[in-house]
C-alpha cells in the first residue's frame, strides 16, 4: 500500500515534525514498507495541490494531509482533478477542524490509527469557481470578522481569536445586497449574513446543521438581516442546539447548484470565505459533487 503525506511544519496548531515521526513509525509497526511512504514539505499550496493530483492520477492509495479546512480542502480537491484514484486521509491540526468533526475524527495522534483500521467513506464537495468547498462558505460579518485574524493569533487563541474584530464589525451595521439563482428561481436579499454550510459543523458547533449530511448533494443556505452583537448572545442558547435555521430573521433553504451576485453596491465587490480562508469576490457559481472522493473514517460510524 502506497501512502503519500503532505504536511506544512509551519500551519495550524501542535508539533508538525512530532506528529510526522509519530505517523512514520505507526505504519512501519503496522507492516507498511519504508520504500512505500513518501513524506513531503510542499513549498506552497499551488504544489501541494499538484502532488495530490499527481499522486491521485498514479493510483496512490492514500494521500494524508495535516492542518485545518483550509488545507483540507485544497488536497481534496487535487484528489478529485486526478481522478478520485487516492483515498483522502486527515490528521487534523487546524484551529476549528469543522470538517473533521462532522467526520468524528479524534485529534492529532490519535487519528493516525483512523489511517490504517477506518473505512473509505465517500464525500461530496462543492465546486465554487474554480475552486472546492468541504465545510462552509460565508460573506458577510462573519468574513468580514475573520478577514484580518492572522495565522499566529489563530494558533495562540483559537475559536477566540476572531473575537477581537467581532465589535468593530458589528457596529458598522454593513448590508450586502445579494441575487441567488437557484432551482429556476432567482432571490434577492437584503443581508448581512450569507453563510453556506456542507456538513453539520460550523465554528466547531457540531449540531449547527443536523439535517446536513456528507454525501446527500444538497448545501444549507442561510442569510440574515437582522443581526446585532446583542441579539446573537440571547441567540446563542438555539445556536448551540443546532436551531439556526430557525432563528428569527433567517432566510434557509437547500440546494444542490446555486449562482451568487451582487445586484447593488454600496462600497467594494464583496469577497467570500471558503473554509476559513480569502477566496473569490463575487459573482460565484456553487455546484455540489456527490460521492466526488473517500476518505478514511472511524469504522464505527453508520454509513
Same mark, same amino acid.
Given at each position: ?41 510542499p513549498?506552497? =499550496? ?9 499522486a ?33 486521509? =486527515? ?29 473509505a467513506?465517500?464525500?461530496e ?41 467581532a ?10 445586497y ?21 456538513t453539520?459543523s ?54 444542490g ?26 459573482? =460565484? ?7 466526488? =472522493? ?10
Amino acid at each position: 500500500m502506497k501512502v503519500l503525506v503532505l504536511y506544512n511544519s509551519n500551519s495550524g496548531s501542535g508539533d508538525k515534525e512530532q506528529l510526522i515521526d509519530q505517523l512514520k513509525t505507526d505504519l512501519l509497526a503496522h507492516g507498511y514498507l519504508a520504500e512505500d511512504i513518501a513524506i513531503e514539505e510542499p513549498s506552497s =499550496i499551488e504544489e501541494a495541490v499538484a502532488m495530490a493530483k499527481q499522486a491521485s492520477e498514479n493510483h496512490v492509495d492514500l494521500v494524508v494531509t495535516m492542518g485545518g479546512d483550509g488545507t483540507i480542502n485544497k488536497i481534496a480537491g487535487g484528489i478529485y482533478e486526478g481522478g478520485a484514484h487516492s483515498t483522502l486521509g =486527515i490528521l487534523p491540526s487546524g484551529t476549528v477542524n469543522n470538517f473533521a468533526k462532522s467526520l468524528k475524527l479524534p485529534q492529532g495522534k490519535d487519528a493516525i490509527s483512523v489511517l490504517r483500521e477506518g473505512v473509505a467513506r465517500p464525500v461530496e464537495l462543492c465546486r465554487v469557481n474554480q475552486s472546492y468547498a468541504i465545510s462552509s462558505l460565508t460573506l458577510g460579518i462573519l468574513a468580514d470578522i475573520a478577514a484580518n485574524v492572522t495565522a499566529d493569533e489563530k494558533r495562540k487563541w483559537g475559536p477566540l481569536a476572531y473575537l477581537k474584530n467581532a465589535v468593530k464589525i458589528l457596529t458598522r451595521n454593513r448590508n450586502y445586497y445579494l441575487e441567488l439563482t437557484h432551482d429556476g428561481q432567482t432571490l434577492r436579499h437584503k443581508t448581512k449574513i450569507l453563510l453556506i454550510t456542507l456538513t453539520n459543523s460550523v465554528g466547531g458547533m457540531d449540531q449547527f446543521d443536523p439535517k446536513a449530511g456528507l454525501n446527500d448533494g444538497l448545501m444549507s443556505v442561510y442569510l440574515l438581516s437582522d443581526f446585532s452583537f446583542w441579539k446573537m448572545l440571547l441567540s446563542l442558547p438555539r445556536i448551540l442546539r443546532g436551531e439556526f435555521g430557525y432563528l428569527e430573521g433567517i432566510t434557509h433553504f437547500r440546494t444542490g447548484k446555486m449562482t451568487i451576485r451582487q445586484y447593488k453596491r454600496t462600497w467594494r465587490k464583496a469577497r467570500t470565505r471558503i473554509d476559513g480562508d480569502k477566496s473569490d469576490q463575487l459573482p =460565484i457559481v456553487l455546484e455540489m459533487i456527490p460521492q466526488a =472522493i473517500k476518505v478514511m473514517v472511524p469504522n464505527d460510524q453508520n454509513r
